[in-house]
């Protein structure tokens, strides 16, 4: 019988993936605002379901790709700009912060303290991607001031979409995950 839960709970999580890879690249791609996307909430909240942390990691970094594709071709965007790695590995670290919430003892103070360590994260990575790899700023301590300084206005949105998305996607998750569960042991009962 172990080996039985633990399949469909593989499944469960392998279809969870999928639904959020998708949902993820719809949203990405028809942002109401600019910069109001639930990628950070998807790193975080992949790195969490997922106890293998490679696959929390593909299924974040696939979700941001396809989307990253679908705006580039859209916008005639490089889909390879010089940020990019910045950006991808901010996701990484999101994810790996997502996997410090232990899936066994769930807890929302937990999750507010990650979530907003996470926002914070991928605004100083990005950030940071942009002053070293581009020439906007002089490369100096006022030059690191201003990139981070211009960049206030962008994270704006970003920082409600993840207070927003954030709980919603963990949310769902925790609603429906008790509810299946619920069903399971009144089904097992009978």
């Known amino acids: 019988m172990p080996c039985k839960i633990t399949f469909m709970k593989t499944n469960k999580n392998i ?104 926002s914070l994260l991928f605004f100083i990575v990005s950030n940071l991607g942009v002053f070293l790899m581009s020439d906007l700023y002089i490369k100096d301590i006022n030059g690191f001031v201003n990139c981070f300084v211009m960049a206030i206005p962008f994270y704006k949105y970003s920082m409600i979409s993840d207070l927003i998305y954030i709980p919603l996607i963990f949310g769902i998750y925790q609603y429906t995950d008790s509810f299946i569960g619920s069903l399971s042991r009144e089904y097992i009962h009978k």
């Open 15 to 118: 279809l969870i993936g999928i639904l959020i890879i998708a949902v993820a690249v719809i949203l990405r791609v028809v942002q109401p605002i600019h910069n109001f996307a639930p990628i950070v909430a998807v790193a975080l909240f992949s790195g969490y379901l997922f106890k293998n942390f490679k696959q929390g990691l593909m299924v974040a970094l696939i979700a941001s790709f396809i989307g990253d594709v679908v705006i580039a071709y859209i916008n005639k965007y490089d889909l390879f700009h010089d940020t990019f790695v910045f950006v991808y590995g901010s996701y990484a670290l999101i994810a790996l912060l997502g996997s410090r919430l232990n899936s066994d003892k769930f807890s929302w103070s937990k999750l507010a303290v990650l979530g907003i360590t996470a």
